[in-house]
């Protein structure tokens, strides 16, 4: 039997494993191996799977899997978590990741990591959502009165005062979770679309608090992560 390398880490309760690809052979990562490795009574157990390869560009390359075993293309919070665990391991101030479409930069600061997450579109804009793309989709509801898209991220935001924002949230490929950076992003974008400024947003989540702040055009998300434990996998 096998014995897999892992780290688990979590930012405002959103959950992950971490793989390193980058000195560690791993498995096929096929839907059945990401679901039995994210799974939370036979398995580690995590909202998504962070896989991390190696990069001509970054320090890693990364991909994202979701525990239905469908792959995500962002994930802020995973960003976080990697960031942290890179710039402890390399021993460097700034840590830079690769994603399909961005490569991306994380720092610690005074409240967490920080990691510069790049630039969000709005695509769409209704009287109840306005869409927002930050590598993967989102919908930001201010109002509940339309059905909910399967096929993108859904950010609902419960209440909001002044810069304070109240949001929940439910994951393409993962369900309900208690916090989604990119998710945030997305929602302090719609924000700064519909009131026409920018100015950092503290958005609050199930699990959690994060700062959003800079421009649509250059995001940067700001939390405290944690490392929850680290092990092996029996293959």
């Known amino acids: 039997m096998t014995s897999l390398p892992f780290t688990k880490m979590q930012a405002q ?3 992950f494993v971490v793989l390193d ?3 560690n052979k791993l498995p096929e990562l096929t839907d059945t191996f990401v679901r039995q490795i994210t799974e939370r009574r036979y398995g580690i157990g ?8 190696p990069s001509d560009q970054a320090d890693t390359a990364i991909r994202i899997f979701n525990n239905d075993g469908s792959e995500a293309a962002n994930c802020g919070n995973g960003l976080r978590c990697v960031g942290d665990i890179l710039i402890r391991t390399l ?19 005074e409240h967490g990591i920080r990691v510069e997450m790049g630039a969000a579109c709005i695509s769409e804009k209704t009287e109840a959502h306005v869409d927002v793309e930050i590598g993967n989709s989102h919908r930001v509801f ?5 059905e909910f898209p399967h096929d993108r991220n859904v950010e609902i935001v419960t209440g909001q005062v002044a810069d304070h924002v109240y949001i929940d949230i439910i994951e393409r490929g993962a369900g309900r979770t208690l916090a989604c950076g990119s998710g945030a992003c997305a929602v302090a974008a719609a924000i700064w679309h519909i009131e ?3 100015r950092p947003q503290s958005i609050e989540m199930p699990g959690g608090e994060v700062t959003v702040s800079g421009t ?4 940067a998300l700001t939390g405290t992560v944690h490392q929850v434990f680290s092990g092996t996998y029996q293959l």
């Open 21 to 23: 690809g980058l000195g």
């Open 91 to 109: 021993k460097k101030q700034t840590a830079s990741i690769a994603l399909s479409d961005r490569i991306v930069h994380a720092e610690h600061v």
């Open 142 to 146: 201010f109002e509940a009165i339309e």
């Open 13 to 15: 309760g959103n959950d």
């Open 216 to 219: 649509p055009d250059h995001l």
């Open 46 to 53: 995590c909202d998504q799977l962070l896989v991390l390869q």
């Open 196 to 198: 026409g400024h920018n």
